[in-house]
């Protein structure tokens, strides 16, 4: 029996919308303290930690901790054709959707999507390379954020590493010794350096010189820019976007496989990819681990939309390239318009652990003093707001916030009087 004014406790915060089992949990705590009056506060701690949209005005177009790229996942409570083959009446592949049109795109012969880029490593690991060698430079044994290491990876992979050439220089005459030296080396591999760089004296082999030393190359590229090209924005590609590596580009240099990510530079949901040579990908699919792996119906129909965005060349439908391309002016623009604290221009960044030196012209609004957590509270009228705070003055960057969510923006500001 628990006593009656838990109850009516929990009652009295009905309106707060959660449901009667956790307003019993909250009353029950602030009894416990000793504290009646702090039960609504803590609903709506509680609520705060439900997870919901956010306004991110941070600047950081990719950022891990609010969900890296935005991208909508429509979901109709309806069956689907997930694996059943409409043509034939038959079972069909989950692959066959999403994974033959970014393979399309890509210029591979056969794509297949799985969770997550580490996800994709570890399933080419595993299937081309189970207790065999597979050649990294030194120079590329990386950790990306949230404890993805190379070395690590391939080591639960079941493939065995084999370091090559040193931190700074790798030479192809090192991925050829290696070759000789090793009998059961299965691959070759080249890591994206996503998130840092290595300069001064240094020497790198590109995908091109990997080439032709008799066993594949797997390129992990990890962003899933597209095409450097980007024919899918009016203007080509912006000019912050220097030297990243492209799934079609790596393939037409020699790459038998590219791995990268879904919610990086591709602008897409959580997911990874595998592209390149069909025997290889079957390879991948037909592996055990694939199937642990796989994503959900609803992950391959985002994916599957974000590709015909990219073949319908519609930026404006991928909401990261929407940001990416936007101009100073626009921002400069929308920052006026919302008619509180001052207009500024900011540095905006990709994010994501991509291109970690690279700046975005960007513009926003700026308020003196520390308003970081009155932003991120949020309320029944609008979301929480991620900002920043530089040297004693808030900041908002524009850049990365919707639009649609400027007048909630202004609001806020307006409120921190
Ligand atoms: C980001 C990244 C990964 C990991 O990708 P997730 O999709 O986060 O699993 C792997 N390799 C490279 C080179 C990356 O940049």
Redesign the pocket.
Known sequence: MRPPSVDALARSLADTGLPHPLLVDVAREAIAAGDHDSARERADALRRRLLQPVVNATGVLLHTNLGRAPFAISNDATYANLEFDLETGRRGSRQAHAGRLLARLCGAEKAIVVN??????LLVLAALADRRGVAVSRSEL?E???G?R?PEVMERSGARLIEVGTTNRTRRSDFEQAVDRHEDLALVMK?????YKIVGFTEAVGVDGLVGLGVPVVA????GLLDVACPWLPDGPPAWLVDEPAAKQTLESGADLV??????LLGGP???VIAGRADLVDACAGHPLARALRPGGMILRAMQELALHYMRRDHTAIPFWAMAARTTTELRARAEALGVGRVVDLAAVPG???MPTVEIPSAGVAVDGDHVAALRAGNADRPPIIARVREGVTELDLRTVDPADDPSVAAAVRALG
């Open positions: 997550n880029c580490a996800a994709a490593v990386v990306i954020g949230g993805f190379v890591i994206h350096q996503s998130n992990d590229i990890g962003s791995t990268f990510s879904g919610d990086k959580q997911a990874g994501g652990g991509t």
